[in-house]
Protein backbone atom coordinates (compact mmCIF):
# COMPACT_ATOMS: atom_id res chain seq x y z
CA UNK A 1 0.00 0.00 0.00
CA UNK A 2 0.83 3.42 -0.66
CA UNK A 3 2.77 5.06 2.71
CA UNK A 4 4.14 8.71 2.69
CA UNK A 5 6.77 9.60 5.11
CA UNK A 6 8.50 13.17 5.48
CA UNK A 7 11.89 13.94 6.14
CA UNK A 8 14.61 16.98 7.47
CA UNK A 9 15.91 18.91 10.14
CA UNK A 10 13.53 18.83 13.47
CA UNK A 11 15.31 22.10 14.30
CA UNK A 12 15.50 25.22 11.85
CA UNK A 13 17.05 28.79 13.15
CA UNK A 14 15.25 32.06 12.38
CA UNK A 15 15.55 33.59 9.35
CA UNK A 16 16.64 30.72 7.59
CA UNK A 17 14.94 28.31 5.45
CA UNK A 18 12.87 24.85 6.57
CA UNK A 19 13.39 22.02 3.73
CA UNK A 20 11.39 19.11 4.15
CA UNK A 21 11.23 16.23 2.19
CA UNK A 22 7.72 13.49 1.52
CA UNK A 23 8.74 10.26 -0.23
CA UNK A 24 5.98 7.98 -1.49
CA UNK A 25 6.85 4.44 -1.22
CA UNK A 26 4.57 1.71 -2.79
CA UNK A 27 3.24 4.15 -5.51
CA UNK A 28 4.38 6.85 -7.56
CA UNK A 29 3.90 10.42 -7.63
CA UNK A 30 2.12 10.53 -11.01
CA UNK A 31 -0.95 11.37 -11.84
CA UNK A 32 -1.96 13.07 -8.14
CA UNK A 33 -1.71 16.26 -6.41
CA UNK A 34 0.39 16.13 -3.34
CA UNK A 35 0.76 18.33 -0.51
CA UNK A 36 1.79 20.09 2.37
CA UNK A 37 -0.18 20.84 5.68
CA UNK A 38 0.67 21.84 9.15
CA UNK A 39 -0.15 21.63 12.44
CA UNK A 40 1.36 24.38 15.60
CA UNK A 41 1.61 22.83 18.67
CA UNK A 42 -2.21 22.17 20.24
CA UNK A 43 -3.46 24.28 17.49
CA UNK A 44 -5.35 23.80 14.48
CA UNK A 45 -4.56 22.16 10.38
CA UNK A 46 -2.83 24.88 7.65
CA UNK A 47 -2.64 24.09 4.31
CA UNK A 48 0.62 25.56 2.45
CA UNK A 49 -0.24 24.59 -0.83
CA UNK A 50 -0.23 21.08 -3.52
CA UNK A 51 1.67 20.51 -6.24
CA UNK A 52 0.66 18.40 -9.02
CA UNK A 53 3.13 15.85 -10.77
CA UNK A 54 4.07 17.70 -14.07
CA UNK A 55 5.19 20.46 -11.43
CA UNK A 56 2.15 23.17 -11.24
CA UNK A 57 1.35 24.13 -7.84
CA UNK A 58 -0.86 26.59 -5.80
CA UNK A 59 -0.16 27.75 -2.56
CA UNK A 60 -1.90 29.29 0.44
CA UNK A 61 -1.97 33.12 -0.06
CA UNK A 62 -0.82 34.14 2.74
CA UNK A 63 2.26 32.02 2.91
CA UNK A 64 2.61 32.37 -0.98
CA UNK A 65 5.63 35.00 -0.59
CA UNK A 66 7.99 32.61 1.71
CA UNK A 67 7.02 28.87 0.37
CA UNK A 68 7.97 26.74 -2.31
CA UNK A 69 7.05 22.86 -3.26
CA UNK A 70 8.95 21.04 -5.65
CA UNK A 71 8.56 17.08 -7.51
CA UNK A 72 10.92 14.89 -8.36
CA UNK A 73 8.93 12.28 -10.15
CA UNK A 74 12.42 9.77 -10.63
CA UNK A 75 12.44 9.66 -7.16
CA UNK A 76 8.99 9.45 -6.36
CA UNK A 77 9.53 12.38 -3.66
CA UNK A 78 8.08 16.54 -3.64
CA UNK A 79 9.52 18.78 -1.34
CA UNK A 80 9.11 21.75 1.08
CA UNK A 81 10.84 24.92 1.46
CA UNK A 82 9.58 27.62 3.34
CA UNK A 83 11.69 31.10 3.68
CA UNK A 84 12.28 33.39 6.65
CA UNK A 85 11.35 31.39 9.36
CA UNK A 86 10.36 32.53 12.60
CA UNK A 87 9.00 31.01 15.91
CA UNK A 88 5.08 30.67 14.89
CA UNK A 89 6.51 28.30 11.76
CA UNK A 90 6.85 25.98 14.70
CA UNK A 91 4.68 23.29 13.94
CA UNK A 92 4.63 19.76 13.07
CA UNK A 93 4.28 19.19 9.32
CA UNK A 94 2.49 16.88 7.12
CA UNK A 95 2.85 15.75 3.74
CA UNK A 96 -0.36 14.14 2.43
CA UNK A 97 -1.97 13.16 -1.05
CA UNK A 98 -4.73 14.81 -2.67
CA UNK A 99 -6.87 13.03 -4.53
CA UNK A 100 -9.08 14.47 -6.90
CA UNK A 101 -12.11 12.47 -7.94
CA UNK A 102 -16.02 13.65 -9.28
CA UNK A 103 -15.11 16.88 -8.82
CA UNK A 104 -13.67 17.88 -5.17
CA UNK A 105 -10.13 17.37 -3.82
CA UNK A 106 -9.85 15.53 -0.57
CA UNK A 107 -6.59 14.80 1.55
CA UNK A 108 -7.10 11.02 1.63
CA UNK A 109 -3.64 10.08 2.39
CA UNK A 110 -1.20 10.93 5.09
CA UNK A 111 2.67 11.13 6.51
CA UNK A 112 3.04 10.77 9.97
CA UNK A 113 4.09 14.38 10.42
CA UNK A 114 7.37 16.11 11.41
CA UNK A 115 7.96 18.43 14.16
CA UNK A 116 9.82 21.70 13.08
CA UNK A 117 10.97 23.76 16.07
CA UNK A 118 12.32 27.17 15.09
CA UNK A 119 14.78 28.52 17.38
CA UNK A 120 18.29 29.66 17.88
CA UNK B 1 -10.50 35.51 3.41
CA UNK B 2 -12.87 32.36 3.92
CA UNK B 3 -13.07 31.22 7.17
CA UNK B 4 -14.82 27.87 8.94
CA UNK B 5 -16.20 28.18 11.99
CA UNK B 6 -16.67 25.18 14.59
CA UNK B 7 -17.27 25.29 18.15
CA UNK B 8 -14.46 24.17 20.26
CA UNK B 9 -15.88 21.18 22.04
CA UNK B 10 -18.86 18.48 22.12
CA UNK B 11 -19.98 16.51 24.57
CA UNK B 12 -21.60 13.57 23.98
CA UNK B 13 -22.47 10.10 26.08
CA UNK B 14 -21.80 6.67 24.47
CA UNK B 15 -24.82 5.74 22.48
CA UNK B 16 -25.70 8.95 21.89
CA UNK B 17 -25.48 11.02 18.76
CA UNK B 18 -22.77 13.85 17.97
CA UNK B 19 -23.54 16.27 15.94
CA UNK B 20 -20.48 18.86 14.99
CA UNK B 21 -21.24 22.17 12.89
CA UNK B 22 -18.60 24.36 10.47
CA UNK B 23 -19.96 27.61 9.74
CA UNK B 24 -18.48 29.62 6.61
CA UNK B 25 -20.14 32.00 4.24
CA UNK B 26 -22.17 30.44 1.49
CA UNK B 27 -20.34 26.81 2.43
CA UNK B 28 -23.33 25.06 1.36
CA UNK B 29 -22.15 25.84 -2.47
CA UNK B 30 -18.86 24.25 -1.81
CA UNK B 31 -18.07 20.67 -0.93
CA UNK B 32 -17.43 20.15 2.43
CA UNK B 33 -14.67 17.04 4.16
CA UNK B 34 -14.18 16.02 7.60
CA UNK B 35 -11.00 14.74 9.10
CA UNK B 36 -10.62 12.87 12.70
CA UNK B 37 -7.57 13.19 14.79
CA UNK B 38 -6.75 11.25 17.28
CA UNK B 39 -3.83 12.11 19.91
CA UNK B 40 -0.46 11.68 18.77
CA UNK B 41 -1.82 10.39 15.07
CA UNK B 42 -2.08 11.71 12.05
CA UNK B 43 -5.90 13.62 10.88
CA UNK B 44 -8.03 10.83 8.73
CA UNK B 45 -10.49 11.70 6.22
CA UNK B 46 -14.00 10.60 7.35
CA UNK B 47 -16.62 12.44 4.65
CA UNK B 48 -16.07 13.62 1.15
CA UNK B 49 -18.17 15.69 -0.62
CA UNK B 50 -20.21 16.57 2.15
CA UNK B 51 -21.89 12.96 2.84
CA UNK B 52 -19.73 10.51 1.56
CA UNK B 53 -17.69 7.95 3.48
CA UNK B 54 -14.45 6.44 2.65
CA UNK B 55 -14.29 2.64 2.62
CA UNK B 56 -13.60 1.14 5.90
CA UNK B 57 -15.50 4.42 7.61
CA UNK B 58 -18.40 3.39 9.92
CA UNK B 59 -21.70 4.01 8.66
CA UNK B 60 -22.52 6.01 11.84
CA UNK B 61 -20.47 8.71 10.62
CA UNK B 62 -23.14 10.85 8.18
CA UNK B 63 -22.41 14.21 6.38
CA UNK B 64 -24.78 17.39 5.49
CA UNK B 65 -24.54 20.47 3.49
CA UNK B 66 -26.62 23.24 3.15
CA UNK B 67 -26.62 27.29 3.43
CA UNK B 68 -23.64 28.43 5.38
CA UNK B 69 -23.56 25.27 7.30
CA UNK B 70 -21.94 21.47 7.05
CA UNK B 71 -22.71 19.27 9.93
CA UNK B 72 -21.22 15.87 10.94
CA UNK B 73 -23.25 13.90 12.82
CA UNK B 74 -21.91 10.67 14.66
CA UNK B 75 -24.67 8.23 15.45
CA UNK B 76 -24.29 5.82 18.23
CA UNK B 77 -21.25 7.15 19.27
CA UNK B 78 -18.63 4.66 20.71
CA UNK B 79 -15.68 5.44 22.81
CA UNK B 80 -13.23 5.10 19.79
CA UNK B 81 -15.04 8.50 18.38
CA UNK B 82 -12.91 10.54 20.69
CA UNK B 83 -11.10 12.97 18.71
CA UNK B 84 -10.62 16.40 17.10
CA UNK B 85 -12.73 16.63 13.90
CA UNK B 86 -11.98 19.16 11.38
CA UNK B 87 -13.76 20.43 8.63
CA UNK B 88 -12.41 21.60 4.82
CA UNK B 89 -13.31 23.12 1.87
CA UNK B 90 -11.84 24.58 -1.08
CA UNK B 91 -11.83 28.89 -1.84
CA UNK B 92 -10.90 29.61 -5.02
CA UNK B 93 -8.46 26.87 -5.21
CA UNK B 94 -7.33 27.80 -1.35
CA UNK B 95 -7.61 24.77 1.09
CA UNK B 96 -9.22 26.11 4.29
CA UNK B 97 -9.67 24.26 7.14
CA UNK B 98 -12.18 25.08 10.60
CA UNK B 99 -10.95 25.97 13.54
CA UNK B 100 -11.54 22.18 15.26
CA UNK B 101 -13.97 20.68 17.45
CA UNK B 102 -12.96 18.53 20.52
CA UNK B 103 -15.25 15.62 20.88
CA UNK B 104 -15.28 13.96 24.25
CA UNK B 105 -17.46 10.30 25.23
CA UNK B 106 -18.28 11.14 28.68
Known amino acids: QVQLQESGPGLVKPSETLSLTCTVSGGSVRSYYWSWIRQPPGKGLEWIGYIYYTGSTNYNPSLKSRVTISVDTSKDQFSLRLSSVTATDTAVYYCARLYHGSGSYNFDLWGQGTLVTVSS | SFELTQPPSVSVSPGQTASITCSGD??????ASWYQQKPGQSPALVIY???KRPSGIPERFSGSNSGNTATLTISGTQAMDEADYYC?????????FGTGTKVTVL
Open chain 2, 26 to 31: RLGDKL
Open chain 2, 49 to 51: QNN
Open chain 2, 88 to 96: QAWDTSTGV
